[in-house]
């Protein structure tokens, strides 16, 4: 049996315990409330940029922060607070506006008020056609992934560059209608031009699954690749791990 103070002794270092976890937890929901969050890529719909088992951080700081910065959206933000405004071809992280309780990542490639078309392949940005060149060092970015695709620079406005991926220009969201960009939201697109469930995409029943983007959904914007690793390793196998990271991503800036 323990005596008073051997009980005291352990009473009082269950409470140190019972504080430091506690502690740790209130840090880390607030480095991943209002500095980053950690996100993992489940899709190619952003090949060559970034592949399934790239382990991205998000800077939730970037637009200012809406109640989807926040766990579970708990907290009431109308709208955004401490705004700021996405530069034309951020990679962001946004909730997805038919289902807010999805993360989705793709490039903002329309602003509010822009014209937005795709004609055969290239993007058309308030009806001037965006310049593509041919990126061979775009496939070498893929590291093998989506061996039967292109690979092209885009040139924003402004000069900004960026690697997408065409199997042709011949597929479905080659050609779209133009859209007009509303204010105060945003249009996203895929890297992988022929692999993307994006702005352009209209479902069989007629749906936009993803449509515009209201500022307001907007998580944050990815900065860096931390961790990547191949996309069919499992956790619990173990013996994998250390042939399984792709080092030359790793703590990688996003393009």
Same mark, same amino acid.
């Given at each position: 049996?323990?005596?008073?103070?051997?009980?005291?002794?352990?009473?009082?270092?269950?409470?140190?315990?019972?504080?430091?976890?506690?502690?740790?937890?209130?840090?880390?929901?607030?480095?991943?409330?209002?500095?980053?969050?950690?996100?993992?890529?489940?899709?190619?719909?952003?090949?060559?940029?970034?592949?399934?088992?790239?382990?991205?951080?998000?800077?939730?700081?970037?637009?200012?922060?809406?109640?989807?910065?926040?766990?579970?959206?708990?907290?009431?933000?109308?709208?955004?607070?401490?705004?700021?405004?996405?530069?034309?071809?951020?990679?962001?992280?946004?909730?997805?506006?038919?289902?807010?309780?999805?993360?989705?990542?793709?490039?903002?490639?329309?602003?509010?008020?822009?014209?937005?078309?795709?004609?055969?392949?290239?993007?058309?940005?308030?009806?001037?056609?965006?310049?593509?060149?041919?990126?061979?060092?775009?496939?070498?970015?893929?590291?093998?992934?989506?061996?039967?695709?292109?690979?092209?620079?885009?040139?924003?406005?402004?000069?900004?560059?960026?690697?997408?991926?065409?199997?042709?220009?011949?597929?479905?969201?080659?050609?779209?209608?133009?859209?007009?960009?509303?204010?105060?939201?945003?249009?996203?697109?895929?890297?992988?031009?022929?692999?993307?469930?994006?702005?352009?995409?209209?479902? *069989?029943?007629?749906?936009?699954?993803?449509?515009?983007?209201?500022?307001?959904?907007?998580?944050?914007?990815?900065?860096?690749?931390?961790?990547?690793?191949?996309?069919?390793?499992?956790?619990?196998?173990?013996?994998?791990?250390?042939?399984?990271?792709?080092?030359?991503?790793?703590?990688? *800036?996003?393009?």
């Amino acid at each position: 049996m323990l005596n008073d103070r051997s009980r005291a002794e352990h009473e009082g270092g269950f409470l140190e315990t019972v504080k430091t976890v506690v502690w740790a937890v209130v840090i880390a929901v607030l480095i991943r409330s209002f500095l980053f969050e950690p996100f993992t890529i489940p899709s190619g719909s952003m090949v060559p940029t970034l592949l399934v088992g790239d382990f991205v951080f998000v800077s939730k700081y970037s637009y200012g922060y809406s109640r989807y910065s926040f766990p579970f959206g708990v907290v009431p933000i109308g709208d955004r607070v401490w705004k700021s405004e996405p530069s034309r071809g951020d990679v962001a992280v946004f909730r997805l506006p038919t289902n807010p309780s999805e993360n989705y990542i793709k490039r903002l490639v329309g602003l509010p008020g822009d014209r937005i078309q795709m004609k055969v392949g290239i993007l058309h940005i308030n009806g001037e056609a965006i310049r593509r060149d041919p990126g061979e060092t775009c496939r070498a970015k893929a590291g093998g992934a989506e061996a039967d695709k292109t690979g092209y620079v885009e040139v924003m406005p402004g000069g900004r560059k960026h690697c997408i991926f065409e199997r042709s220009d011949r597929d479905e969201l080659d050609n779209t209608p133009e859209f007009l960009v509303p204010a105060e939201h945003y249009f996203a697109m895929g890297d992988n031009r022929d692999n993307s469930i994006d702005s352009r995409y209209r479902a *069989s029943d007629g749906s936009r699954p993803v449509g515009f983007i209201p500022a307001a959904n907007l998580v944050g914007r990815a900065e860096i690749v931390w961790l990547s690793v191949d996309e069919d390793l499992r956790w619990y196998q173990v013996w994998r791990w250390p042939f399984a990271l792709r080092f030359g991503r790793m703590f990688s *800036s996003i393009e």
